[in-house]
T-cell receptor, first 112, second 116 residues
């Protein structure tokens, strides 16, 4: 079946450091891929998405590229801020169903 | 525009009691999803509806759980009887129609359930 695996947290970085959160997936067909972010006490919200191979999603300085050959969708940001502290979820939507499957989430903490 | 509205935000109850969680999706959205979030299992899809009809309830943990969507603007998730292992944050999310696999989910703020 379809699944998403992302790196375990928590991840702690200093402000202005480079961020990578790894995500790999298993799916049949051609899924769409997403990164969602959850700030403390809130629901998830979409951060970025990519709908086909080699697409790059970007938002708020975050980027992720849909790599079909490595079945990956790693999240990156060149210079993190304290306000980026949150839980990040990688997710996929299969081509044969309407539901979205989430990874386990990675908690990110940024030190001033 | 109002987002997805969930109630109650917090619920503390005793084992064996009935719990009802409520959700009002964004107007015009025709998909509605119920998720459960715990530290151990992360974010699990319980059930989802399309045009008020349940499409996939394979994630509902057992017969104690039931969900209904009597109309396009209201859904409930009921647990009867509740058990301590049901303690979690329950999220409702909705999605625009005709967006297939590209659609963005809009989440409510969640209902935090504690069963003593």
């Amino acid at each position: 079946g379809n699944s998403v695996t992302q790196m375990e947290g928590p991840v702690t970085l200093s402000e202005e450091a480079f961020l990578t959160i790894n995500c790999t997936y298993t799916a049949t067909g051609y899924p769409s891929l997403f990164w969602y972010v959850q700030y403390p006490g809130e629901g998830l919200q979409l951060l970025l998405k990519a709908t086909k191979a080699d697409d790059k999603g970007s938002n708020k300085g975050f980027e992720a590229t849909y790599r079909k050959e490595t079945t990956s969708f790693h999240l990156e940001k060149g210079s993190v801020q304290v306000s980026d502290s949150a839980v990040y979820f990688c997710a996929l939507s299969s081509s044969s169903a309407s539901k979205i499957i989430f990874g386990s989430g990675t908690r990110l903490s940024i030190r001033p | 525009d109002a987002g997805v509205i969930q109630s109650p935000r917090h619920e503390v109850t005793e084992m064996g009691q009935e719990v009802t969680l409520r959700c009002k999706p964004i107007s015009g959205h025709d998909y509605l999803f119920w998720y459960r979030q715990t530290m151990m299992r992360g974010l699990e899809l319980l059930i989802y509806f399309n045009n008020n009809v349940p499409i996939d309830d394979s994630g509902m943990p057992e017969d104690r759980f039931s969900a209904k969507m009597p109309n396009a603007s209201f859904s409930t998730l009921k647990i009867q009887p509740s058990e301590p292992r049901d303690s979690a944050v329950y999220f409702c999310a909705s999605r625009l129609p005709d967006r297939g696999r590209f659609g963005e989910l809009f989440f409510g703020e969640g209902s935090r359930l504690t069963v003593l």
